[in-house]
């Protein structure tokens, strides 16, 4: 079992997580800034991330866009301030949930439990690869093709494309699509959900695929439709 990463500068919020964690028979590394956290990160291996924004030597965030050039591994952000913009940032970066100091241990327990179901199964459990045209999406190896070419999703960016292209030609608002795919209701996040639609569309058409994979309905939000080839 490879352990979970807790990156805090403050000793009495890693002591807190590890006792949480552990007592749920999870294995626990510590950091206590950015660049400890690269270090014990590539050293390790961990399964997940849980991350404070706030960090001596280097940002939060600019250890989530240092993983994120490597690893997929789910990264929970923790952060003392409720700011929609540090939200927007660290989900743009690739952080895959958010939650605010304070906040109750068994909460976080709960969500790093939630994210690693979500992860290992995919938004629903797998059943059976979509083929269109040459855009293949195979839920249960969580595997992306164009033809040949492998596509590389990261974790969020797989699980929104396998979400539309589920029920192809159906219209989702950007609200549905944040509870389908993060799992939670996050208001103001629909940036988010664009950023993340205009990440899929670029490596889509990069592998070769074409345009027009996932459609932008005005006003109302995205559906998946086969490309047009260029």
Request: glycine share 8%; net charge negative; charged share 25%.
């Amino acid at each position: 079992m490879r352990p979970i990463l807790i990156v805090d500068d403050e000793e009495h919020i890693r002591e807190l997580v590890a006792h949480y964690l552990t007592r749920e028979g999870f294995m626990v590394e510590h950091a206590a800034t950015g660049p400890q956290a690269l270090e014990v990160f590539a050293r390790v291996q961990p399964s997940f991330v849980i991350l404070d924004i706030m960090l001596p030597g280097m940002s939060g965030t600019d250890v989530c866009r240092e993983i994120r050039k490597t690893s997929t591994v789910p990264i929970l952000m923790l952060t003392a301030r409720d700011d929609i913009v540090d939200k927007v940032v660290g989900f743009e970066l690739g952080a895959d949930d958010y939650l605010t100091k304070p906040f109750e241990p068994k909460e976080l327990v709960v969500r790093v439990k939630a994210l690693q179901r979500r992860v290992q199964a995919g938004v629903e459990k797998p059943n059976g690869a979509l083929t269109f045209g040459p855009l293949r999406v195979d839920p249960e190896r969580r595997d992306v093709r164009i033809g040949s070419r492998s596509v590389e999703l990261r974790p969020k960016e797989f699980d929104l494309l396998l979400a539309l292209a589920r029920h192809p030609g159906q219209v989702f608002s950007r609200e549905q699509l944040l509870n389908t795919v993060w799992g939670y209701d996050f208001e103001g996040f629909s940036r988010t959900v664009d950023v993340h639609v205009q990440h899929v569309r670029d490596k889509l058409h990069a592998a070769g695929g074409g345009t027009g994979w996932i459609n932008t309905v005005w006003g109302v939000g995205y559906k998946f439709e086969e490309a047009v080839s260029d």
